[in-house]
């Protein structure tokens, strides 16, 4: 998902997303213009779609950001990259149990 402002309205869904470096104007699922700002295409829908009533200001919006920019989703690839270098550093180490090779492990409770 990019980043997007969403605006819903009795006309349909309207829509303002990134693309790329470009803002794209959108209706449903239709795609009205490009624009090098958010509010130029504001600007536009608003001019093309009088009647939605869609309100002047991008603050006015719902503002959904990139799922990378969002603080929860960069911890997450930190860690997980992390792990994946860590895993990879360990996969040589061999894992050898704690148990010693004559103790009977029968009539030993399981404690998990």
Not at 18 to 39: K, N, Q, S, V
């Amino acid at each position: 998902m990019t980043s997007q402002y969403v605006f819903p309205s009795s006309r349909g869904l309207f829509r303002i997303v990134r693309h790329g470096h470009r803002w794209r104007a959108l209706i449903e699922a239709r795609e009205l213009a490009r624009h090098d700002t958010a509010e130029a295409a504001l600007g536009a829908l608003r001019l093309a779609w009088p009647q939605a009533k869609l309100p002047p200001y991008l603050s006015q919006w719902r503002y959904l950001a990139e799922p990378y920019a969002l603080p929860h989703a960069r911890l997450t690839r930190a860690t997980a990259s992390s792990r994946s270098t860590a895993a990879e550093a360990n996969s040589s180490h061999v894992r050898r149990s704690r148990r010693t090779l004559g103790r009977s492990n029968r009539d030993v409770p399981d404690h998990g």
